[in-house]
């Protein structure tokens, strides 16, 4: 199946700080990719969708700001979390789709954020 | 009313049981319905896809989806304790509908030697 790999799998940060994690698909080429958030014994939240070449499209809620987005490739997608807070601190996974199973979302392994 | 009802558990059952997962939903826009198996601080796995109502089988795993009731299930045969861990249903209108997932709560299995 298709493989995607998400970096760092585990970040501790000060309050204030920026962090970005990295999703990237690793052999195939992800037009579309998704980024979510999990808070814990909780299901999937989607927090946008990202397109290659251009703008991420944000669900209601989730601040553009805060969350920046950037689908430069169709290999890789970076998620930032701008000036992290400790209420930020949470669980990202990223997901990815092929050109061929444009239905099928593959997950990476996720990142765990803690913010100081 | 969520889009898509799980019961979140947790379920125990003993080694080599029959374990029985289910989702229903309220869109009938819904057409591809997916299992994902996630163990704890991982991502989710894709266990199972199928599009439209049917069954289908992939080992021990079957799923089936009901379109008339609205509703999908997934079997594990001759479950295993490395089958322990929590199961997402997630189904959607489709890529020409923005192709966004929707995901039930998740069911927490686990599997007792």
Redesign the interface.
Known sequence: GAVVSQHPSWVICKSGTSVKIECRSLDFQATTMFWYRQFPKQSLMLMATSNEGSKATYEQGVEKDKFLINHASLTLSTLTVTSAHPEDSSFYICSAQTGLERNIQYFGAGTRLSVL | QKEVEQD?GPLSVPEGAIVSLNCTYSNSAF??F?W?RQYS??????LM?T?SSGNKEDGRFTAQVDKSSKYISLFIRDSQPSDSATY?C?M?A??NQ????I????TELSVKP
Do not use: V
Not at chain 2, 98 to 101: F, I, Y
């Open positions: 979140p057409q591809y997916m994902y601080r991982k991502g989710p796995e894709l896809y599009y997402l997630a959607s489709g890529y923005g192709g966004k997932l995901f039930g709560q998740g």
